[in-house]
Structures are given as C-alpha cells and as structure tokens.
C-alpha cells in the first residue's frame, strides 16, 4: 500500500451540509474513492457498497482483515431492501423505530452486494443513519455507502476529523469536517438472520430498547463482555461474529479497567498510583470521583473526566477521544474506571473490556 494519496479536507455544516460540498464529495464516491465523513455514531470511511475495488481501498486504507465485514449504508428503508433477500417482519418493526438511528441489522443479503463487503458471509449488515451529512452523501452518490470507522485498525474509532486525519491522512481521497459526533460509540448491531435475535455488539440503542420493541428477551453474544474471545462455535454455542475475533478500540498505552464501587476504584487507583512511582499513568474518571484525586494529592500523569455516573451516554462519548488524548500525553497505563452495564453502559463495558483485553485492577 505504497501509493499516498492526496487527503483533501472540506468543512462541511453538520445540520444544512452545503450542496457544493456534498456534490464533491459524491464525484468521489462514483468515481471509486474514499470519503470519511461524520456519522452519528462516529466518523465512517464510506465507498460505493457496489463496487468491489472501491471497498477494496476502504480495507486498504484502515489496515483491516478482508475477514471483518463492513456495514452497509442506505438513505431510505428501499434501499435497504433492495440489498437483502429476506426483510423480516422483525426488521420492519426495528426499522420504523430505530431508523434513521445507531441500529444496524444483519440480513440475508441479496446477490447485488459484493463478497467484498460482506467478507463471503450469506448475511449483509444494514444501517440508515441518522446524521445529515451522512444521508445528503448517499442520496447525492446515487448507491449505498459500506463505510467502517475511519480509524486504522484497531484504533479507536474517531469522533472528530482530527482523528481521521491522524490516522488516515495520505490514505483516503477526502475528509468532510462536519464538527465532533454525537453518540461517540458505534452503533448497536442485532443480528436477525438467525432463529432468534442477537445482539453482536451493543451501542447506541440500548439492548432495553430492542426489548420492548420486540416484546422479547434478546440474547446477548457471548463475546460481547468478554473482550477479545478465543471461544468458537463449540464453546459459546452460537456462530461467531467476525468483528469479535479481532483487537479493537485500543490505543497505544495498555488499558486497565478498575472494577468495584466507585469508593472502591477511587481507592484502588491511588495504591497503584503509590506504588508506581516510576509508570506513566493516565487516569480516565468520572466526576464523582474526580475531586478524590486531588484531595489524597494522587497526581497521574493525565487525569481526564469523561462525564456523570448518573449520565453513562456523556461517558460514551467522550471514552475513544480520552483514550487517543492519553496516547497524546504519552502515558504507559491507563485506569479506566467502570460503570453498569445497564443502558448504553452495556456499550460502554463493552469497549472497554476490547480495549483493555479484559485486564482488570
Ligand atoms: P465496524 O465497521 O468497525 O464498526 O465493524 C462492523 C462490524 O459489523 C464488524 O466487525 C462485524 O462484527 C459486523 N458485521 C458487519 N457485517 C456483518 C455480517 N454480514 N455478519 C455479521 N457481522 C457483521
Ligand atoms: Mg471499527
């Protein structure tokens, strides 16, 4: 992959996007090309889901396994059908409450989608996303848009442009700015392809949510507190999913999540702040324990607060941005503190425990 392109960057209004920006941006698209651009989840790096080169330079770009299937995505539910074989009576019920939404579905997919994007599984993964930007660019290239995150691989995701840029500068044909991302983590992807529906990775609507939706309890995959699982199909008894076998969301300093009550992890990062005098350590909490720090005269090297035990969705949207800022400053270790996994909690443990490789203090 020796072939640096010319990144260009275009700002672009995240509630009106400029017609001429998003025109350009579309020149790109049908001709093959990369585009990053803003979701509600996170930044995706979106080519044209039809044509199998252009998906092709999206793996390029990001350094990911041809194995890890990408989601497609669509700006209105027929075009979400025109790509699947089967639409369930549960896709409709999900689709009318989720969509436009962080809610992705997986579905037989029908012959017109590539085994390039799909990575030559007999299912597509379908999202309608719900972020202007994103849907003036499918509608505008004419074709639904198979787009990752725009980070390299294994990173965590990016939720500002600045992200993709330092990952994906020099790789990919043009970054649309359109200011930080909402939600902050990846959608909630629900597999519905199988006998019963399950949950391959929680996100921005809650497993609850699914819940009452489908009037149903929805399993959970096995993997999806588990961090990176060795188990197969004989071990969890249910087929693996393809985006759980490989190292994600992790920054460059090792992850430690910190387990207990929030007394009980406050207190457990000061020992280990004691007694590692010489360990860059970064400390990502939470406001109700931020002022312990100080007040016991703990002093790591980069202490970030992501937000409110009492609101998990603010935790979730600054955790990836924490993360990159604390390889920024260069620290050895980062004490995560944990919250429930209740809510988009679920989300949040979830990509913690990937990032950390299920290390825990
Ligand atoms: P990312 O694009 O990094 O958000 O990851 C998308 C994830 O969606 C992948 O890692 C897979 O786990 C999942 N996925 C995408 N397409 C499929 C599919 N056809 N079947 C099962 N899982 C899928
Ligand atoms: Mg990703």
Redesign the pocket.
């Known amino acids: 992959m020796e072939n640096r392109k010319e990144t260009r960057i275009l700002r672009v209004d995240p509630a009106h996007p400029e017609s001429a920006v998003i025109e350009a941006a579309a020149e790109v698209i049908k001709r093959g090309g990369t585009v990053a651009f803003p979701t509600e989840t996170v930044y ?1 790096l979106g080519a044209d889901a039809l044509d199998a080169k252009a998906v092709s330079e999206i793996f390029d770009a990001k350094g ?1 396994p041809r194995g ?4 497609v995505h669509i700006a209105s539910l027929a075009q979400g059908r025109g790509l699947v074989a089967h639409w369930p009576p549960a896709a409709e019920l999900l689709a009318r409450k989720f969509w436009p939404g962080p809610l ?1 579905l ?1 579905l037989p ?1 029908a012959s017109i989608v590539p085994d390039e ?3 030559g ?1 007999p ?3 379908l999202r309608f996303p719900a972020h202007p930007v994103a849907l003036a660019l499918i509608e505008a290239g004419g074709t639904p848009i198979a ?3 725009a980070n390299l691989s294994g990173h965590p ?1 990016p939720t500002c442009s600045a992200h993709v840029l330092a990952d994906l500068a020099g790789k990919v044909d043009l970054i649309l700015d359109g200011g930080p991302t909402e939600v902050g983590l ?2 909630t ?1 629900l ?1 519905l ?1 199988r006998p019963r529906p399950v949950l ?2 929680p996100g921005g609507v809650s497993r609850e949510a699914l819940e009452a939706v489908l009037e149903k309890e929805i399993q959970l995959y096995p993997a999806v507190l588990q961090g990176v699982s060795g188990k197969n199909k004989e071990e969890t008894g249910v087929a693996p ?4 076998r ?1 190292k ?1 969301y992790a920054p460059a300093a090792r992850v430690v999540m910190v387990t207990g009550t929030p007394e009980q992890q406050a207190d457990k990062i000061i020992n280990y702040l004691a007694e590692h005098p010489g360990v860059r350590v970064g400390v990502l909490t939470t406001v109700e324990n931020s002022s312990f720090y100080q007040a016991k005269g703990a002093a790591p090297a980069h202490l970030e607060t992501l937000g409110s035990r009492r609101s998990p969705e603010e935790i979730a949207n600054r955790l990836f941005s924490a993360l990159r800022k604390c390889d920024e400053m260069g620290v050895d270790v980062i004490l995560v503190e944990t919250i429930p996994v209740a809510g988009i909690g679920l989300a949040v443990m979830n990509r913690l425990s990937r990032a950390a490789e299920n290390h825990a203090l």
Do not use: K, Y
């Open positions: 995706g990911r890890n299937p990408l989601i992705t997986i997919r994007v799909t990575a599984l299912n597509v993964a787009a990752p995150s995701s990846e959608s992807i597999d392809s391959l990775r999913s393809p985006g759980t490989f994600h």
